[in-house]
Every structure is written in structure tokens, then in C-alpha cells.
């Protein structure tokens, strides 16, 4: 069957992922005298759903038909079957890696105390605005939470695969669950294993929580890249709000003054950002226990009132 287990970050006993099949009771094997497990038994690896050190679809090849299968590379030839000539095979699958619904930019910043990650609520259609009501901040576990900007979709899979690990640490209930920082380097490992596949999950995630008296922040990007800091931005925040953090942030600034901050940066974008509607989400994590909170919607004041916005053609001749 199944097994969802395979190496743990942490140092924990844990069920071997193997099936042993024991030779039938005609054999000489069992009527001879008692053997050691490894001279009477074949061990067959047994299916892992992921591998929490490495990332998903962790299986030998030739261990799982079926996952051989779905994996394989199709490549193109110049024959389908008998009796067609010039006929050309379905090359990779590509459906996976065109963006479909998709969330803009995701900020955060730490204060003393704790760490705050900000987001709007749209989800756009290719340029049309189409979910209006959409949550792209989620709670992990009691001591992290995390934003995503790009594709609805792959993100819906790293939350399975995410809560699937709670459920095993659930399982052992043994107290502890994963931290921040661990849970920011398991997805590292899945999205470059996924991009090391040519079929990248299509995010930018960022990762915030407290744990340990420690306040964490940190993004990783499709492909692998990641890093943290005391303050970033992820999709187009990324060149809207960093100046704006880098002029005014400080790690020990007040919740009040970086909350103020980060509406501040969200104005700056929501005002510049075609893909971003004026209804935002803030999540915050502090040294609490069981703390991550994401608030109700709200929207922030805007002015439409500045001189260069009453004739914006005026400085760009051509344009109307």
C-alpha cells in the first residue's frame, strides 16, 4: 500500500519503506533450519508518496509501474502504430506549465516581536479579473503561515503536500511539528526537484512564523531560488515596495508601524498594478503560541488626485 513516510528532518524512528515477501512453505528455504531475514526474505521498495527531504515522487524506477508511466518523457516519433505512417506521437506534457488563475504580488516584513505577510484577494484569468474573494495566505501549522503568488493550482499541491506532513506529526504525537525554517527548506527541495523535472510548480512562495524565540522570513521562487531577509516581496511588489521597505524598515519597529508600513507598500502597488484589486489580507505571527492569525479583507485609501496622473500623456508623446 501506500506509504506517505520517508526521511524525516528531524531524529525519529520510523517504519522501514520496504515489503518483505517470504518464500512459500514448500520452498527448501522454509523447511530448512532458521535463515536470517536478509537470505529468506526479498525486499521490494514499497511506494512513497514523497520523500520530506527531498520532494515528491521520490520512487526507484521500475519500483512503480504506474508512476514510471506518468513521468515518462513522450517523446516525438515518426510512427503511431500499425498501419500509420507519418503520424507523429504526443511529445512532453506542456498543459502544466502554462499559468492559468493567478495571484499577484505577496510582502512581508518582521517587527519586534513577530513577522507579517501581506496579499490582495484577486485571482486573476489570464488579464481578466475573475475571483474576487480569493485567500492566498494559508496557515501551515501553529507556527507558520504562507503566501503565494502565481498558479492557483500548483499551490492547491503544495498544501496537500504540506498537510500531508502535519498528518504525520500528528501520527507520532510526540508534541512537536516542523518549524518555519524547515518547512521553507522541504519546499526549496520540491520545487527544484520539480524543476529538475522540466514541469516546475508555477510559484513564488513566502514563508513567515516564529518558533524557538527565532522570527523567520524567507521566499522561494519556481525553480528553486530562495533566501531570507527582514523584509521582502514577491512577484511585481518585488520592484514596487522593496525601496520603500529599504528606506523606512527596521526589525525592531513596532506592530503598529509595520503594519502602517505594509498598507503604505500595498497602496504603492494596488495604484501601479494592473492585477491587483484594493482588498487585502494581512497574516501575522508572533511568539505566542498557536499565533498565525490572517485577518478579515480591508482595503486602503487611494488618491487619484496627483498632477501626473490628470494628463499622463503629456510626458509620453505618441500615446493617447
Not at 512503480?64 to 506521437?89: E, K, L
Not at 529538475?196 to 513566502?206: G, I, T
Amino acid at each position: 500500500g501506500d506509504d506517505a513516510g520517508g526521511l524525516r528532518p528531524r531524529g525519529r524512528a520510523q517504519p522501514q519503506p520496504f515489503a518483505c515477501r517470504k518464500p512459500h512453505a514448500s520452498s527448501p528455504a522454509a523447511g530448512s533450519s532458521r535463515q536470517s531475514t536478509s537470505q529468506s526474505a526479498i525486499m521490494i521498495p514499497a511506494r512513497v508518496t514523497h520523500n520530506q527531504s527531498i520532494g515528491p515522487g521520490v520512487v526507484p524506477a521500475g519500483v512503480d509501474p504506474a508512476y514510471d508511466a506518468q513521468y515518462r518523457v513522450r517523446g516525438p516519433s515518426t510512427h503511431c502504430g500499425a498501419g500509420r505512417p507519418f503520424c507523429v506521437a504526443p511529445g512532453p506534457i506542456t498543459h502544466t506549465q502554462t499559468p492559468y488563475v493567478t495571484g499577484t504580488t505577496v510582502l512581508g516584513c518582521k517587527f519586534k516581536g513577530g513577522v507579517m505577510i501581506a496579499c490582495d484577494t484577486l485571482g486573476s484569468y489570464g488579464s481578466t479579473k475573475r475571483y474576487k474573494s480569493l485567500e492566498r495566505m494559508r496557515r501551515v501549522n501553529s507556527t507558520t503561515v504562507i503566501g503565494f503568488t502565481g498558479e492557483l493550482s500548483d499551490f492547491t499541491y503544495i498544501m496537500t503536500l504540506l498537510e500531508e506532513m502535519n498528518t504525520n506529526d500528528f501520527c507520532e504525537d510526540d508534541g512537536k511539528e516542523l518549524a518555519p525554517w524547515e518547512i521553507h527548506s522541504y519546499l526549496c527541495r520540491v520545487m527544484y526537484n520539480r524543476r529538475n523535472k522540466f514541469d516546475p510548480l508555477w510559484n513564488s512562495l513566502v514563508v513567515a512564523g516564529c518558533k524557538g524565540g527565532r522570527t523567520f522570513l524567507a521566499m522561494v521562487g519556481m525553480i528553486g531560488q530562495h533566501y531570507e531577509d527582514s523584509h521582502l516581496a514577491a512577484g511585481f511588489g518585488q520592484q514596487m515596495a522593496r525601496p520603500l521597505f529599504r528606506e523606512q524598515h527596521t526589525d525592531d519597529m513596532s506592530e503598529e508601524d509595520a503594519r502602517t508600513l505594509i498598507e503604505s507598500c500595498l497602496r504603492v502597488c494596488v495604484m501601479r498594478d494592473k492585477s491587483m484589486i484594493n482588498k487585502f489580507q494581512i497574516a501575522k505571527v508572533t511568539h505566542e503560541e498557536n499565533s498565525p492569525t490572517i485577518c478579515e479583507p480591508f482595503a486602503v485609501s487611494t488618491t487619484w488626485s496627483f498632477e501626473k496622473y490628470k494628463n499622463p500623456s503629456e510626458f509620453a508623446p505618441g500615446c493617447w
